[in-house]
């Protein structure tokens, strides 16, 4: 995730290997990149944790990515929901009102 985040940075650039070996065996972390959120950066330090079984697992972790999406995407999905509510009662199409009643539905 934090190459992602960096475009493609090379992590622990200033140091060498075993430089850079010492430094996360002494529970050196990366830094929060500049563009990413701070619960962004939460999750992806999870994945950091010392001891193996104190990291989240795969399904763990897509589950707090996409709660964290999801939270994120919520009020700009709420105005769409919204827009699309205010085009129901103006619209009589009985397509355009199942597809606004179905995607209400997924917004629950």
Known sequence: MW??????????SGLTAEQAAVYVLSRGRLDQPDNCPYHLYT??????QHKPTDRPSATELADRLRERSLAML????MGVAESLSY???TSSSSLY???????EKSML
Do not use: D, H, N
């Open 87 to 89: 085009r129901k009662q």
């Open 3 to 12: 190459e992602i985040l960096t475009a493609g940075q090379r992590p622990y």
């Open 43 to 48: 999750v992806m330090a999870s994945c950091w």
């Open 97 to 103: 009102s199942s597809f606004v009643t179905a995607f």
């Open 74 to 77: 919520q009020p700009s999905l």
